[in-house]
């Protein structure tokens, strides 16, 4: 399979997209779905045509560590 780029139409994905039980009614949630080749494909859930970012298993793994210890909770 070819990989897949950044920016790719997310609807164009054969892909099984998911978001977290802590989503709203608001639409305020991103989705994520994994593709085959291994990639992890995420999307915002109130544009699912739009782009897709995607990343390894490594760079998700390393974010949701630094989420997890904190890292990113300034932003917030």
């Given at each position: 399979?070819?990989?897949?780029?950044?920016?790719?139409?997310?609807?164009?994905?054969?892909?099984?997209?998911?978001?977290?039980?802590?989503?709203n009614?608001?639409?305020?949630?991103?989705?994520?779905?994994?593709?085959?080749?291994?990639?992890?494909?995420?999307?915002?859930?109130?544009?699912?045509?739009?782009?897709?970012?995607?990343?390894?298993?490594?760079?998700?793994?390393?974010?949701?560590?630094?989420?997890?210890?904190?890292?990113?909770?300034?932003?917030?």
């Amino acid at each position: 399979m070819p990989p897949v780029w950044n920016g790719v139409r997310a609807s164009s994905l054969d892909a099984r997209w998911i978001k977290s039980r802590h989503s709203n009614a608001e639409g305020n949630c991103v989705e994520v779905a994994a593709l085959v080749g291994g990639g992890i494909a995420v999307r915002n859930s109130r544009d699912p045509d739009g782009p897709a970012l995607v990343y390894t298993p490594a760079e998700v793994a390393a974010f949701l560590a630094g989420a997890k210890e904190g890292e990113f909770d300034h932003l917030l």
